[in-house]
């Protein structure tokens, strides 16, 4: 059994990192679509004295409709469904992500681009600090994901 996390950000591509964990997770392995928030990350809350309570809430609904909309999607393809948990938490995405991956097999973040050097800033800070496998997987649409992800 493998602990897989996906690390979901706010962006509406998020759903591309679940889903391409979910489609190389097997029946035993525990997939956690982890996101890491705080108040500038989440929409609407830039005012930093925003009441936290209501900053997790969002990242909570956030990273649930995320887990629904690819569910959904695998359940109407008749795809095998995976067990997914979720796991929100406040702080800086990096390290968090890092701590998070001391206790993980793999861990999957979306990438912006071709190459090191147009990595997003959380993944430049995690590839080299992880303590486990870091999958980068390309933010494209679904049909160009028939490529394979980056491994470092």
């Known amino acids: 059994m493998s602990r897989i996390i996906a690390a979901i950000d706010g962006s509406a591509k998020a759903n591309i990192v679940l889903a391409w964990a979910l489609d190389h997770a097997g029946p035993e392995d525990e997939v956690v679509a ?11 809350l830039e005012n930093p004295f925003a009441n936290l309570n209501e900053g ?10 995320v887990v629904d909309q690819v569910s959904r999607e695998r359940w ?16 800086e995405p990096g390290p968090q992500l890092v701590q998070a991956s001391m206790t993980a097999d793999i861990l999957i973040i979306g990438g912006y681009g071709q190459g090191v050097t147009s990595l997003g800033s959380v993944a430049r800070y995690v590839v080299p600090r992880s303590d486990c496998a870091v999958t980068l997987v390309p933010l494209q649409e679904h049909h160009d994901l028939k490529k394979e992800p980056s491994r470092v």
């Open 34 to 44: 982890m996101m890491v928030w705080n108040l500038s990350s989440v929409s609407g």
């Open 56 to 65: 997790r809430l969002k990242a909570v609904h956030h990273v649930k409709s």
């Open 76 to 91: 109407a393809e008749h795809r095998e469904s995976v067990s997914i948990r979720v796991d929100v938490r406040h702080g």
